[in-house]
């Protein structure tokens, strides 16, 4: 199974708030687990990414929590701003395979209100 | 070092018209990714290819969707014959041979193409 969940879809929270989003993941054979955040008519921009040997990575007021025996991950906004406003994408793919496709989740449209 | 560079930005063409999309990656990456995106959704890969090579389009529709990167100038996905459903963004990525192994890759900005 190549599917990755995301949830949820939609997540208004307030400004110095903190915003998660979970994602899920059923083939074991993910080793990379990235988070993309798009502004509206932009491309995805890569914004922390996860290998499962550890199980958080912080970057800023970007957390990535990684849980291997659940088979899930999730990201965490610290002290969120309303610059955060944007959708975000978590992904996964697989080190052995070639070319290195990434597996999108569905997205979460993140609202920081001021 | 401009990034990934996809033109057009919108596209739109009747029923039944070709739609040619350009990428042009970034300066010393080989290898080019291309996805699509539909409203509300996430991206699906299509296709995969280095220089004059197609390594993997496992997520080509089988008819109507070509892709290439040839030796000289950018990667070109053909849309043939459009219907609406094919309306979306259609976004590329490049990396480099290191980045290919793992460490996330470099999107445009995408074209966004409406048929109509």
């Known amino acids: 199974q190549q599917q990755v969940k995301q949830s949820p879809q939609s997540l208004i929270v307030q400004k110095g708030g903190i915003s998660i989003i979970n994602c899920a993941y059923e083939?074991?054979?993910?080793?990379?687990f990235p988070w993309y955040q798009q502004f509206p008519g932009k491309g995805p921009a890569l914004l922390i990414a996860?290998?499962?040997?550890?199980s958080e990575k912080k970057e800023g007021r970007f957390t990535i929590s990684f849980n291997k025996s659940a088979k899930q991950f999730s990201l965490h906004i610290m002290d969120s701003q309303p610059g955060d406003s944007a959708t975000y994408f978590c992904?996964?793919?697989?080190?052995?395979?070639?070319?290195?496709?990434?597996?999108f989740g569905g997205g979460t449209r993140v609202l920081v209100k001021p | 070092n401009a990034g990934v560079m996809q033109n057009p930005r919108h596209l739109v063409r009747r029923r039944g018209q070709e739609a040619r999309l350009r990428c042009s990656p970034m300066?010393?990456?080989?290898?080019v990714y291309w996805y699509r995106q539909l409203p509300e959704e996430g991206l699906k890969f299509m296709v995969y290819?280095?220089?004059?090579?197609?390594?993997?389009e496992s997520g080509m529709p089988k008819e109507r969707f070509s892709a290439e990167f040839p030796k000289e100038g950018p990667s070109i996905l053909r849309i043939q014959q459009v219907v609406r459903g094919d309306s979306a963004a259609y976004f590329c990525?490049?990396?480099?041979?290191?980045?290919?192994?793992?460490?996330?890759?470099?999107f445009g900005s995408g074209t966004r193409l409406t048929v109509v």
């Open positions: 990525a490049s990396s480099s041979d290191m980045d290919s192994i793992g460490y996330g890759y470099t």
């Open positions: 290819l280095q220089k004059e090579n197609i390594i993997d």
């Open positions: 300066k010393g990456h080989s290898h």
């Open positions: 996860i290998r499962p040997d550890v």
């Open positions: 083939n074991t054979a993910f080793d990379y």
């Open positions: 992904a996964a793919s697989s080190y052995k395979a070639a070319g290195n496709k990434l597996t």
